[in-house]
């Protein structure tokens, strides 16, 4: 992958993430709502992953060789 590529994929995994917080928040305050019934915990955790798998390429990428 190149940067382009480990940047998008950074910050689709951010907003994963930012998406699934917010998701989780929703899902406390209305607990019989449609939303709180979606895997919050799953998409907050493939969103981690994803970031972190990019911050570490993104970090190999940019080290110097």
């Known amino acids: 992958m190149d940067m382009h590529t ?3 994929g950074l910050a689709i995994g ?3 993430a930012v998406v699934a917080a917010l ?3 929703g899902r406390r305050r209305a607990p019989l709502a449609w939303h709180a019934h979606l895997p919050w915990n799953g ?3 493939a969103g981690v992953a994803i970031a972190l798998f990019a911050a570490v390429h993104l ?7």
């Open 43 to 45: 998409l907050a955790f």
């Open 14 to 16: 951010l907003a994963m």
């Open 59 to 65: 970090f190999n990428l940019v080290r110097p060789q």
């Open 6 to 8: 480990t940047l998008i």
């Open 23 to 25: 998701g989780d928040y």
